[in-house]
């Protein structure tokens, strides 16, 4: 609205310092919550440190002792077990506080707080983080099916551009994941330094023969690669959100390139894709090992050879490790549900 008279903006002013007044309390009293909050959370943080030396001597104590007597040995595995329950509550509380950047988002970004404490920014932070790799799998899936129908040089060294930029996004943005609690597993974070590794290298590999021969399978590894994260996304976000709703998982799990514990229900049709994957890094290893034997090879060639044979490895063994640790966990918690069961049952003889 527009004001017509001097006296009528005389009047706004007043009433405008009156809000300011307000406004000047309420920052004052925002800053004295903020100061509180810092000695707070420092103070916290000083709790879970003196909890798990507390703990450490405890247990360091245990392991010395010479314990014959059976009530003893009973005591020590109460202890035990009140211990490693102990130790994620406090990861729990841990994941609450601010915590400092590990050396490579302090390389990256500098001293920078990347820590998220609003836990709806948490969860709108790895949504977007899930949307991004979304998104991206399908702009690589239509470079790569348009590189397969045309040979412009142009294309190719944008898809491969993409793909640099799009692995060396994801190491920031999972590192900073890690930071504000995200169970990722070091493995699948060292596949995508090794991943941003070998998509340099590609960009910069010269024309020659050997790329030509070397170019069809690698785009069509891609199509492939664009589909499996596709179906990936599509089943872990299920799997995630029934089991947000369980309340059995941490709100900042996120999707990954391969099997992992907590992906277990239904996963019998997601298993080969991921398996015949892997096949396809080793595939194309063994093709440019062979490449490197032609007079016309640069240095680039066994380089990618070794890089794609590790990532076949890594991503192998660290997909079949998890079934049998998941499917002994699956054993332990149906015996653990049978003594409960039976638990209960002998409690309710004794009341009846």
Known sequence: MELQSVNQCLEQWEDLQKDYKALEILNKEYMEKLEELCALQTKCA????HQRYRIGVIKRSLKKLNITEEEDQDSCQRINRAAVRREANL???EHSLPKTNGLYLKIILGNVNVSILNKEDKFKYKDEYEKFKLILSVIGFLLSVANLCTNVRALELSFLFLLVWYYCTLTIRESILKVNGSKIKGWWRL???ISTAASAVLLIWPLSPSWYEFRPQFMIFNVYISIVQYLQFRYQ???LYRLKALGERHNMDITIEGFHSWMWRGLGFLLPFLYAGYLFQLYLAVTLFRLASNHDAHWQVPVLSILFFVLFLGNTITTSMVIPQK?????ARRENSKTEDNNHRGKDRKIE
């Open 191 to 193: 596949h995508h330094f």
């Open 327 to 331: 499917i002994k966990e699956n054993r």
């Open 237 to 239: 976000q299920g799997a």
């Open 46 to 49: 000083q709790g879970i440190a």
């Open 91 to 93: 990861l729990e509380m």
